[in-house]
């Protein structure tokens, strides 16, 4: 496979209508039903099937938009393309994309969830281990999100919480503020707040323990909730504040894990990112970006705000990101590598 044979792949997102959901959206170029309200777009998108409750229990594979792959999935780019696309990045073990990116829009505030530890999985095989992280895109004045636990609170203080259905009153908030990124180990207590929408990073996996839905607060249906699975994989340890590009800096790396790492790039048409590594998703935030081949390798892709792209790594280091003015966007570079074992608790698993 050469590089003349891959490019920048732009996909259509999924939408995930949410009784939480809201209409902003819009304002990053998805097509919204009239009187919907729609919580998710799922922007890149590969997985052979969801549960009921965490996307609708059909598989979720993106369509690519552009180029001699139009109108297929991404999942045929993952066969085909193979290491060209890849690099020596580890597909889940059902040999799949190993990433989901969604963006979040909450008009009100989202079920309190853990997702299972890379233990929990390894003793319960219908279980999937969940990684992510939240970049805030824009906040209502006022929003905040939840992570962690507030200093001193025991399991034995949180399962009466439980109870006493006053679980909120334990969990730490957190000023929404646009830049800020938030990572959401594996059994991390967590909740997206009313008035945020959000670029989500995630290992693809929909695994999800719930432990309070809001149902009085906003006078909703509750949901099955899964409050002792919660607490087989629950840390109740103190939860680590938000990373965010340092002042004066027009790139860097604020999150990095063993599953993707998260750049941020800000700033003016001449700056300068960082080099690219291997196969990487890019999501811009605002403004517009050219993905363009230097060599003529690939016809040049064009994105808006609120559009995604899967940039293959035999793309390499000839690939140019030009902006025309100011944009903000992210780089997700993928991982883990080959060279790593496929342990328990490898993404997909």
């Given amino acids: 496979m050469t590089r003349r044979t891959v490019y920048p792949l732009v996909l259509d997102p999924i939408l995930k209508e949410k009784v939480w959901g809201g209409r902003r959206l819009e304002h990053y170029g998805k097509v919204l039903a009239a009187g919907s309200h729609v919580g998710e777009s799922w922007e890149v998108a590969d997985m052979p099937a969801t549960s009921p409750s965490g996307g609708g229990g059909d598989e979720a594979r993106s369509l690519i938009l552009n180029g001699l792959l139009a109108g297929r999935r991404l999942h045929d780019a993952v066969v085909e393309w193979g290491s060209a696309l890849l690099g ?203 993905l363009d081949a230097v060599d003529e390798s690939y016809v040049a892709v064009r994105l808006a705000a609120g559009s995604t792209a899967v940039l293959p790594a035999a793309a390499g280091p000839v690939t140019a990101f030009r902006a025309a003015a100011d944009v903000t966007y992210l780089r997700i570079q993928l991982g883990p590598r080959q060279r790593e074992t496929t342990a328990a608790g490898g993404p997909g698993t």
Avoid at 189 to 218: C, M, N
Avoid at 232 to 245: C, E, K, T, V, Y
């Fill in 88 to 290: 020596d990045v580890l597909l889940t073990p059902n040999g799949d994309f190993p990433l989901l990116v969604k963006l979040l829009d909450a008009r009100e505030h989202l079920s309190v969830q853990v997702h299972p530890t890379a233990a929990y999985v390894a003793a319960h095989p219908g279980a999937h281990l969940k990684e992510e992280s939240w970049y805030v895109v824009e906040a209502e004045p006022g929003a905040y999100l939840f992570k962690g636990l507030k200093d001193g609170v025991t399991r034995d203080t949180f399962v009466a919480a439980v109870a006493g259905g006053s679980v909120a009153e334990l969990l730490k908030a957190w000023p929404a503020v646009p830049g800020d990124v938030y990572h959401l180990p594996s059994g991390t207590v967590h909740a997206l707040g009313a008035g945020v929408l959000v670029a989500e990073v995630q290992t693809p996996s929909d695994t999800t323990f719930r432990i309070y839905d809001w149902a009085k607060e906003y006078n909703r249906a509750g949901r099955e909730l899964h409050v002792d699975a919660a607490l087989a994989s629950m840390d109740f340890g103190p939860a680590a504040g938000p990373n965010r590009l340092p002042p004066g800096e027009g790139f860097a790396r604020l999150v990095e894990t063993d599953y993707f790492s998260i750049w941020e790039v800000r700033g003016p048409a001449t700056l300068k990112p960082p080099a690219k590594e291997g196969c990487e998703v890019v999501m811009v935030l605002s403004g517009e970006l050219t």
